[in-house]
């Protein structure tokens, strides 16, 4: 397991388009996390999954944006009808829940709305 | 509300010499204090941390000190390399439900050779 990978790594898309984003955690970790970073920011918690269930969303997570993860494996970050301000990197993370030293990070995605 | 600040957007060193890094808190819930590093196009990575229990903690060329009353802790890297510079974020940790990080702005350390 060469830890948590995201695809694709870059993504420009034309606002209004919609977008799809994958993350594979380390397979043994129950615990996913999506998270934003915007330029000159530190990453900003999106959602939090414990194996398939969805626990907590932060308000930032407007209704346009969706994320599964389906039998607990890999998650998916979907944004529909994209706008200029969705331009971020979005980071995948995720951990095996016995404290923070699990805490690993993919290296991300670069969404460019243009 | 930003209940992690890094005041200082940016900070140079010269090479071999100490690197301070700043974050002050604002929420006491906090369990453990993380400092990340990052690089560009790359996800963050775990430098250190420190339980809210404790006022130092030392790895290598890290040390990380926490003043609970002040509600601030510093970095230190000492001595500065090169392949230290990069973007550090500090980070809040609650081991209460979900522990999603609450990450501050962070600092920009260059070191200068």
């Known amino acids: 397991d060469t830890g948590v990978s995201q695809d694709p790594r870059h993504k420009i898309t034309k606002r209004g388009q919609n977008v799809t984003f994958r993350c594979d955690p380390i397979s043994e970790h129950n615990r996913l996390y999506w998270y934003r970073q915007t330029l000159g920011q530190g990453p900003e918690f999106l959602t939090y999954f414990q194996n398939e269930a969805q626990l907590e969303k932060s308000r930032l997570l407007s209704d346009r944006f969706s994320a599964e993860r389906p039998k607990g494996s890999f998650s998916t970050l979907e944004i529909q009808r994209t706008e200029q301000g969705d331009s971020a990197m979005y980071l995948c993370?995720?951990?095996?829940?016995?404290?923070?030293?699990?805490?690993?990070f993919g290296s991300g995605t670069r969404l460019t709305v243009v | 509300d930003q209940q992690v600040k890094q005041n200082s957007p940016s900070l140079s060193v010269q090479e071999g010499r100490i690197s301070i890094l700043n974050c002050d808190y604002t929420n006491s819930m906090f369990d453990y204090f993380l400092w990340y590093k990052k690089y560009p196009a790359e996800g963050p990575t775990f430098l250190i941390s420190?339980?809210?229990?404790?006022d130092k903690n030392e790895d290598g060329r890290f040390t990380v000190f926490l003043n609970k009353s002040a509600k601030h802790l510093s970095l230190h890297i000492v001595p500065s390399q090169p392949g230290d510079s990069a973007v550090y974020f500090c980070a809040g940790l609650s081991n209460f439900g979900n522990e999603k990080l609450t990450f501050g702005t962070g600092t920009r350390l260059t070191i200068i050779p």
């Open positions: 993370a995720s951990s095996s829940g016995t404290g923070h030293y699990g805490y690993t």
């Open positions: 420190i339980s809210s229990i404790k």
